[in-house]
Antibody, heavy 122, light 107 residues
Framework: QMQLQESGPGLVKPSETLSLTCTVS????????WSWIRQTPGKGLEWIGY???????IYNPSLKSRVTILVDRPKNQFSLNLNSMTAADTAIYYC????????????????WGQGTLVTVSS | DIQMTQSPSTLSASVGDRVTITCRAS??????LAWYQQKPGKAPKLLIY???SLESGVPSRFSGSGSGTEFTLTISSLQPGDFASYFC?????????FGGGTKVEIK
């Protein structure tokens, strides 16, 4: 049973950079694509971007200028960096597995981490 | 971006009821649509993909239909554990967009 677990700070100051890590267990990170998604009461669920196991990325244009997603295959982890944080970035951040392995158009999310609340405040 | 509109936003129903939730896309997304269930304090859980394919382990009372711009999620007989929020998500093109959600409440 594949499991994903987010880790990182729960509190970030305005203008700083958020760094989150997702650790994948029960399976290899080298078989699928991986995503970050966030959720707020106001905007709902927002897809942030995805990364393949070889490191190719696609980002949501709404966040593209501020986002970097990286993969660390030896550690079976992938990470999210979001810079220039503001109060509007306060959200629950989820990491998730994308069903697609690149050979099919299956860009939905079949395993999710429990989510981590990130608050932006001074 | 393709926008996804769900209706209703809230639905009151009783155990045993047949429940239908609608998701409309602002342009055709073929059958590239997924449905998720989310309970309070938990991550979303995949129910349906490719508009009508049931994810492994999901009870058969859940079903999805539609193509193009109009889709439905149906729960044939609502069970106590089904009171939750439901979201649709298109994956026709980037960026992937989720619907605003439908909360199914106890009547």
């Amino acid at each position: 049973q594949m499991q994903l677990q987010e880790s990182g700070p729960g509190l970030v100051k305005p203008s700083e950079t958020l760094s989150l890590t997702c650790t994948v267990s029960g399976g290899s990170i080298s078989t699928n694509y991986w995503s970050w998604i966030r959720q707020t009461p106001g905007k709902g669920l927002e897809w942030i971007g995805y990364i393949s196991y070889i490191g190719s990325t696609i980002y949501n244009p709404s966040l593209k200028s501020r986002v970097t997603i990286l993969v660390d295959r030896p550690k079976n982890q992938f990470s999210l960096n979001l810079n220039s944080m503001t109060a509007a970035d306060t959200a629950i951040y989820y990491c998730a597995r994308v069903r697609s392995s690149g050979s099919d158009w299956s860009y939905f999310f079949d395993s999710w981490g429990q989510g981590t609340l990130v608050t932006v405040s001074s | 971006d393709i926008q996804m509109t769900q209706s209703p936003s809230t639905l009151s129903a009783s155990v045993g009821d047949r429940v239908t939730i609608t998701c409309r896309a602002s342009q055709s997304i073929s059958s590239w649509l997924a449905w998720y269930q989310q309970k309070p304090g938990k991550a979303p859980k995949l129910l349906i993909y490719k508009a009508s394919s049931l994810e492994s382990g999901v009870p058969s009372r859940f079903s999805g239909s539609g193509s193009g711009t109009e889709f439905t999620l149906t729960i044939s007989s609502l069970q106590p554990g089904d009171f939750a929020s439901y979201f649709c998500q298109h994956y026709n093109s980037f960026p992937f967009i989720f619907g605003g959600g439908t909360k199914v409440e106890i009547k």
